[in-house]
């Protein structure tokens, strides 16, 4: 039988982790239909791959595109990188379900713990929502279409928000609220959620800049949330601790839903340096349990740029309380050009106590996270524009200035939209080798559509792929591929993708190993209202095609009558 597509001459790299091996892949109705070394099945089309990689299409299990998939359902820049299948609903956040009434607080909730523009979800959005409950907005996403395929974790921030309102950031939920969140969950994982998401990390804050919902919820709630997965018969947990590693949280949520637990994230030099091998190990003891429980990792350093209009990376320095209370760019340059917080500035960062001692006591956590501010450079300035790209502490000594003053001056006098960029964790690179290299963990933490004037991570793909693999030789190409796919797919339970094998999606990856790479970081304004973002263009990503069509190049235009491929991956039990 003729089939639709037929890759000939590829080096193919399977995502099982298996050597690759030469060969032909043919494609029919949007599956694979035969892989091997003699595949001549006649096709409609043929391509000729000769000195390409061909590789399943990669497995994104940690984006924030929730908001953004309703008004681009290509799910820019993902699939520029490779990237065929995303999940959404990463750390609990998302938009669904949301009753009219409480849009807003969601829509403040994004802009402020994920830096998601709130013009541009307003904007985007628009005011007629097509969904209330969370089934509504999965049927919303199938009726329009993406590009790309597409699994959505529930929330509990939404979940509660729907359930308590503005009570949901002020306490404990009552046992009746408690009944009516698993009531919500139970329904949401049985329209098709790939997994109940949440977060109890310190550094996720909200609208009014209180903790977000999920934040406040005690354990009863947490494990009713669970069990309402258990119920629902399929499905995992995804949970976000940031820094602070909850082994004991991870075993009772496990035991009350009977499913797997990704826990987010495992960075290197979180802790201070090295201590990524005592959480390892600890992880460790309960795989070797067999308590499916695997850490989240990145392959990126976290690098987060930021004005002090918003000045994210100080979220949890107690100093900056004021600045998270002020209204307004007046109030905020009041707080930058008071001497005595400037004091404070000084004698935090130089590990003299200050008012956080978030620096003080001399010891390694607090030293990398000097080494990690003292790192700062400048972004963008219009009145310094020869500074840019330029570390302020170079500049400070050239300028005789304390770091800090320097860095507070040049944010005044831009009107606060200087921009500076800051590496933040996950840079030390034999540390991030060592924790990218354990069996046990699964890789993610792309953020892609959240923080998107701040930085960039959905790229780790092609970065993955140049940098780890190709310059730093750390990992052959079969255990990227692997990583990127077979083993995402895997841990979140998404059957029939991420593997070349017959019978599977053909999402499909085709690309020059010798020059795949993440490009560098540029600034654009393509967002609803104009709002910016950071992008990266690939390198070395000849076509990628998901369920058998192939995609347009990043910026060009469909042909007419070209339709989206992309499928609403629902959970298996639905």
């Known amino acids: 039988m003729k089939c639709d597509l037929r890759i000939d001459n590829a080096c193919i790299v399977d995502g099982t982790g298996s050597p690759r091996f030469m060969g032909s892949v043919a494609i029919s109705a949007g599956r694979i239909a035969s892989v091997g070394p003699d595949v001549s099945d006649p096709a409609s089309c043929v391509v000729d791959a ?14 924030h595109y929730d908001a953004q998939v309703l008004w681009d359902p290509f799910l820019t820049i993902s699939p520029w990188h490779g990237v065929t299948t995303a999940v959404m609903g990463s750390c609990g956040f998302g938009i669904a379900p949301t009753r009219p009434s409480g849009r807003h607080l969601i829509l403040r909730t994004l802009e402020r713990v994920e830096a998601m523009s709130l013009s541009a979800l307003q904007a ?56 009516q969140m698993q009531t919500l969950v139970r329904e949401a994982m049985r329209a098709g959620a790939l997994a109940f998401a949440t977060s109890v990390s310190t550094v996720h804050y909200g609208f009014d800049g209180k903790p977000v919902p999920s934040r406040l919820a005690a354990r009863d709630e947490m494990l009713a949330m669970a069990r309402a997965v258990r119920e629902a018969g399929h499905g995992i947990i995804h949970y976000n601790v940031a820094r602070e590693s909850r082994f004991d949280d991870y075993v009772a949520m496990h035991e009350a839903s009977g499913a797997t637990v990704c826990w987010t994230a495992l960075l290197a030099g979180q802790l201070g340096p090295w201590r990524h091998r005592e959480v390892l190990a600890r992880n460790d003891a309960l795989r070797a349990r067999g308590l499916p429980i695997y850490a989240q990792v990145a392959c990126r350093p976290i690098v987060s740029e930021f004005s ?43 590990g003299q106590g200050g008012r956080d001692g978030f620096f003080s006591g001399g010891s390694d956590e607090g030293r990398m996270r000097r080494a990690s501010l003292l790192m700062t450079e400048l972004s963008h300035s219009e009145h310094h524009p020869q500074w840019v790209g330029r570390k302020l502490i170079d500049l400070a000594r050239e300028q005789h200035s304390e770091f800090t003053d320097l860095m507070l001056d040049i944010a005044l006098q831009s009107g606060l939209k200087a921009r500076f960029r800051t590496p933040l964790v996950n840079f030390q690179e034999d540390e991030v080798e060592e924790i990218l290299s354990h069996p046990e963990v699964v890789l993610g933490l792309g953020d892609g559509g959240a923080h998107l004037s701040q930085l960039c991570d959905a ?90 069509q192939a995609l347009p190049a990043p910026g060009q235009v469909p042909e007419s009558g070209w339709r989206l491929p992309g499928q609403l991956i629902r959970g298996a039990r639905h």
């Open 50 to 63: 000769r000195g390409l990689v061909l590789a399943p299409g990669f497995v994104d299990i940690h984006t």
């Open 124 to 179: 985007g959005l628009g005011d007629d929502w097509p969904f209330e409950s969370f089934a509504q907005y999965l049927d919303a996403i199938e009726t329009r279409g993406t590009a790309i395929n597409v699994g959505v974790m529930v929330g509990h921030t939404p979940v509660r928000l729907y359930v308590m309102g503005e009570q949901a950031v002020e306490r404990a939920a009552t046992n009746e609220e408690i009944a």
């Open 308 to 350: 002090f209009e918003s000045p994210v990376i100080f979220d949890t320095w107690a100093l900056f309380d004021p600045v998270r209370r002020c209204a307004g760019q007046a109030a905020l340059a009041r707080v930058y050009a008071d001497p005595d917080f400037r004091i404070e500035f000084i004698r935090e960062l130089a």
């Open 459 to 548: 790229c780790y793909p092609t970065h993955l792929l140049g940098h780890w693999v190709r310059e730093r030789k750390a990992f052959t190409l079969e255990q990227a591929v692997y990583m990127l796919s077979g083993r995402t797919a895997a841990v979140f339970e998404i059957a029939g993708r991420g593997q070349i094998t017959p019978g599977f999606a053909a999402d499909l990856v085709l690309l020059d190993p010798n020059q795949v790479a993440a490009g560098p970081l540029e600034r654009v304004y393509d967002l609803p209202a104009n709002a910016d973002r950071l992008i990266s263009k690939p390198r070395g990503i000849e076509q990628v095609w998901v369920n058998g």
